[in-house]
């Protein structure tokens, strides 16, 4: 079975500083692992996606994020936060039975920047 | 722009009440799903459409229904609105074997009264 643990519900840090938002995944076979942002009363956003290939992704608006197989963790990175990076942060696994995509989701982190 | 749309993006309804929640995408996807998210949550899968197959999860409540009755466009009926139901409605689309891709809309946000 697939699942994705994160491991802060709220993380929260001032604007310019870095942010980190940390996932762990547990999967039997190579996962394709995916990063999600909820800006408040608005639907997901693909933020970025790792399917295998470079171990470091790079999504949109600044972030990336390192597959480690290892630490088996996926954590969500960017050097500076911004204002508008407040917002829920998903971190989930994906399975592919019969051509559709089931996402498995993390529970969330709420990500508050301080001015 | 391509996109996912759903109407109304707030919905208020009666308990026991019969609502229907809708969604059209130009993206020209085959399959969509529904969510339902409540607050502070992940969202839930409710079902999908794989074209016109549908695929319900196993613990979707038979008060869920859904029609699609052509690629664009996908429906959520409500048939008996509880005090539960309250929660916001997520439509997404994506591609076959695209994995993880999946392009959501705004949502809709459910008050049942």
């Known amino acids: 079975a697939q699942s994705v643990t994160q491991l802060d519900s709220h993380v929260s840090v001032s604007e310019g500083t870095p942010v980190l938002l940390r996932c762990n995944y547990s999967?039997?076979?190579?996962?394709?692992l995916f990063w999600y942002v909820q800006h408040p009363n608005k639907g997901l956003q693909l933020l970025l996606k790792?399917?295998?290939?470079?171990?470091l992704v790079k999504g949109i608006n600044g972030f990336e994020a390192e597959f480690k197989k290892s630490e088996t963790s996926f954590h969500l990175t960017k050097p500076s936060a911004h204002m508008s990076d407040a917002a829920e942060y998903f971190c989930?696994?994906?399975?592919?039975?019969?051509?559709?995509?089931?996402?498995?989701f993390g529970a969330g982190t709420r990500l508050a920047v301080h001015p | 722009d391509a996109m996912v749309i759903q109407n109304p993006r707030y919905q208020v309804t009666q308990f026991g009440k019969p609502v229907t929640l809708s969604c059209s995408q130009t993206?020209?996807?085959?399959?969509m799903y529904w969510y339902q998210q409540k607050s502070s949550q992940a969202p839930k899968l409710l079902f999908h459409y794989y074209d016109k197959d549908f695929n319900n999860e196993a613990d979707t409540p038979d008060n869920f229904q859904s029609r699609r009755p052509n690629t664009s466009f996908c429906f959520l009926d409500i048939r008996s609105p509880g005090l539960g139901d309250a929660a916001m409605y997520l439509c997404a689309t994506s591609r076959p074997n695209r994995a993880g891709e999946q392009y959501f809309g705004p949502g809709t946000r459910l008050t049942v009264t």
């Open positions: 999967s039997s076979y190579s996962p394709s």
């Open positions: 790792y399917t295998s290939a470079a171990t």
């Open positions: 993206l020209n996807h085959n399959v």
């Open positions: 989930v696994v994906s399975r592919s039975p019969g051509g559709y995509n089931k996402l498995i």
